[in-house]
């Protein structure tokens, strides 16, 4: 099939290397703008332009898809199907409608559970006891097209925001195969989403990274597993900003402490008291320094005694 791909971050590389990999014709490949990025500032490709660019297919970087020339450019490709995974611009009716099968789009999560921006995160840090890849034919709705195939991921204790991340990323590129060849067979089943079980998942902020320790333990442990690698969830130490990126609840431990007290502190993780429970912190960053382990942390450092605010 003649493919055009639209991706930007590193989510949607899988998915088009999996394509290039196969028999499928990737005739053009859309990107977002390259953007400033570094301590310089440079202007730097998006994972996936540079996928593209490494394979010799043609790359377009339009900032939007207002102009008629732009559609135009898009109709001359004469794509059999769109595949859209992470691209982050909002494609028109009129964008859709131009590929013989429409747009397919890979969403990180079980839709209608989480459509939007931070999928991922949002089931990590609601609790969901799992997540996974939904295909979807894409309309004009914030994710609200027909679902084409589900795969399925289970969510453990200690999956981070990266983690899923990558595992979703892989099952979406598979999933995408999966659904180009019923496409081609004509087997495709679409299903309408049901619309009493959507909700959303809003864009993350460094806002929202700060952590009150009169939370619960669990509440604590899920955000700062959901916030790795970005927007990393933090407590305020000396005044700056500690960054918190991996942890655990203590198993039927609680603390009359006040919440933000460091009860202890061993090569298993730094006990917190929490508004309900403790949780246990085994990865974090000073001000200045780099992410350690808290075997390396503790060689030479100690939060024993320290109260952390919230």
């Known amino acids: 099939m003649r493919v055009v791909y639209a ?53 377009e970087q339009p900032d939007n898809f207002k102009s008629a020339e732009v559609v135009e450019q898009l109709k001359s490709y004469e794509a059999d199907v769109m595949v859209v995974a992470a691209y982050g611009l909002i494609l028109p009716q009129a964008v859709l409608d131009i590929p013989r099968y429409g747009c397919l789009n890979i969403h990180g999560s079980l839709l209608p559970r989480w459509r939007g921006a931070a ?28 679902i084409l195939l589900k795969t399925h991921y289970p969510i453990s204790k200690n999956d981070t925001g990266q983690t899923v991340h990558d595992a979703l990323a892989n099952d979406g590129a598979h999933a995408l195969l999966e659904v180009l060849a019923m496409l081609q067979a004509g087997t495709l089943q679409p299903q309408e989403q049901d619309e009493a079980e959507a909700c959303y998942a809003e864009k993350l902020s460094k806002a929202e990274a700060e952590i009150d320790w009169h939370s ?47 009860l202890g502190e061993d090569k298993n993780g730094i006990q917190i008291a929490c508004g309900d429970g403790v949780i246990a912190v085994t990865r ?27």
């Open 7 to 59: 991706g930007t971050p590193d989510f949607a590389v899988p998915a088009l290397q999996s394509l290039i990999d196969t028999a499928h014709d990737v005739v053009a490949v859309y990107t977002q703008p390259d953007r400033p990025a570094g301590r310089g500032r440079k202007l730097k490709p998006s994972p996936v332009k540079q996928l593209a660019v490494d394979t010799g297919i043609t790359v």
């Open 216 to 262: 619960s333990a669990t509440h604590i442990d899920r955000m700062i597993r959901a916030f790795n690698p970005w927007p990393v969830a933090f407590t305020k130490k000396d005044g700056q900003a500690m960054r918190l990126f991996m942890s655990e609840v203590v198993a039927g431990k609680s603390s009359s402490a006040a919440p933000g007290t460091v």
């Open 284 to 310: 974090l960053q000073l001000p200045g320094g780099k992410a350690l382990s808290v075997s390396e942390f503790l060689n030479g450092r100690s939060l024993a005694g320290e109260h952390l605010p919230s």
């Open 119 to 146: 999928p991922i995160q949002r089931a990590i840090q609601s609790g969901d006891a799992e997540t996974g890849v939904t295909i979807m034919q894409m309309a004009a709705g914030l994710d609200t097209g027909d």
